[in-house]
């Protein structure tokens, strides 16, 4: 009876150890398959949380926050270092007002009529 009883537990390492390496083998053939699902639903989240504006560079702008007025305001960064940034809000000479205008006439986040930083 021991003998058989030593047979069966041998044989159950066996049949584990050959139940490991099997799914070992699997994960190792299928890895590929497994990362472009995992990338593929890491750039499905990023593109939710971006409101499909992630990987889009038509729609995709650098945006500024107001800190010199006090007003809140959202702005397209290119446009104000090309426009308002040294004269009209940074310069010794530069008034609330001038900052103002130029960040809200000129440079505001805006495509196609909607403001793109402040969502």
Same mark, same amino acid.
């Given at each position: 009876?021991?003998?058989?009883?030593?047979?069966?537990?041998?044989?159950?390492? !066996?049949? @584990?150890?050959?139940? !490991?390496?099997f799914?070992?083998?699997?994960?190792? @053939?299928?890895?590929?398959?497994?990362?472009r699902? !995992?990338? /593929?639903r890491?750039?499905?989240?990023?593109?939710?949380i971006?409101?499909?504006?992630?990987? =889009?560079?038509n729609?995709?702008?650098?945006?500024?926050?107001?800190?010199w007025? /006090?007003s809140?305001?959202w702005?397209?960064?290119? #446009?104000? =270092?090309?426009?308002?940034?040294?004269?009209? #809000?940074?310069?010794?000479?530069?008034?609330?007002?001038? #900052?103002?205008?130029? !960040?809200?006439?000129?440079?505001?986040?805006?495509? /196609? /009529?909607? =403001? @793109?930083?402040n969502?």
């Open positions: 009876m021991l003998k058989s009883f030593r047979k069966q537990k041998a044989q159950s390492t !066996i049949e @584990i150890a050959a139940l !490991i390496v799914v070992l083998t699997a994960m190792v @053939i299928f890895q590929k398959y497994m990362a699902g !995992i990338y /593929g890491w750039k499905g989240v990023g593109d939710a971006g409101f499909q504006r992630l990987y =889009d560079p729609l995709t702008i650098e945006c500024g926050h107001d800190r007025t /006090g809140g305001l702005y397209n960064a290119t #446009c104000f =270092d090309t426009v308002c940034g040294e004269a009209s #809000c940074v310069a010794a000479t530069a008034t609330n007002s001038d #900052c103002f205008t130029c !960040i809200s006439a000129t440079c505001r986040s805006s495509y /196609g /009529g909607v =403001d @793109i930083c969502q």
